[in-house]
């Protein structure tokens, strides 16, 4: 095979690493690699190969009944991988369940954290990230690492909140103004901040029902 065919069939080759990483801890005997190139080539693909039937994969040369029953044993474990990913997503439709997350994260904290919270279309959470740790009274959000958060989680919405250990819970003029400068920079790339939350001990602030945001979630 010359190198230009091995560049042109590079998802193939992917696919067959995998396969064949996967088969290493089959049962199977004998060559994986050349195993799972047998089974790319029944099937056409790695999906195919995981939702093909035990029976279909023990017909293809090197594949044994138990191996068969190791590989169709991927999708069941995926759905209910799936599934619970699924029912475990927080919805936030509110800024009351805003600030009742928010609240999880924050309360009891004893330096500041400021957090990106990643919601998808349906206001579901799909991801959290610390952005920064500050000191007893100051926390810095980076522009650049907000960004970067909310775009590797593909993110359709954000929610930011930082927390407060001195005890109030009202923002600073920095705080509105670094929101403020957020919100316009993710605006241009297509994604929303839909509060900023601020938690003191038990207590929670929305700049949004506060008036200090012109966004209200929806």
């Known amino acids: 095979m010359n190198a230009t065919i091995f560049r042109e069939n590079a998802i193939d080759f992917e696919e067959q690493e995998i396969l064949s990483h996967i088969l290493q801890y089959s049962s199977a005997k004998g060559d ?3 195993l799972a190139s047998n ?21 293809v040369k090197g594949m044994t009944k138990k191996t068969a029953d190791f590989v169709s044993s991927f999708l069941p474990m995926f759905r209910v991988y ?7 997503l927080d919805k936030i439709s509110n800024s ?12 009891g904290k004893r330096i500041e954290n400021f957090y990106v919270v990643a919601l998808n279309a349906q206001c579901k959470v799909i991801g959290k990230r610390k952005i920064s ?8 959000a980076y522009p650049r690492i907000v960004v970067e958060t909310a775009l590797n989680y593909n993110a359709h919405s954000v929610l930011f909140c ?11 003029p920095e705080d509105i103004a ?30 949004v029902q506060h008036g200090d945001m012109s966004y209200y979630i929806r």
């Open 82 to 88: 799936n599934a619970c990913q699924n029912a475990n």
């Open 32 to 34: 994986k690699e050349e």
């Open 39 to 59: 089974l790319l080539e029944s099937f056409g693909s790695i999906k195919a190969v995981i939702e093909a039937r035990p029976e279909q994969l023990a017909s």
């Open 96 to 107: 009351r369940e805003a600030e009742n997350f928010c609240l999880s994260l924050l309360e």
């Open 133 to 140: 740790e500050g000191s007893l009274s100051e926390v810095s």
């Open 178 to 207: 670094s929101t403020i400068k957020l919100q316009k920079v993710l605006k241009e790339l297509g994604i929303m901040v839909l509060d900023h939350i601020i938690v003191a001990n038990d207590r929670t602030y929305s700049m």
């Open 162 to 172: 930082h927390n407060h250990p001195g005890g109030t819970c009202a923002p600073s």
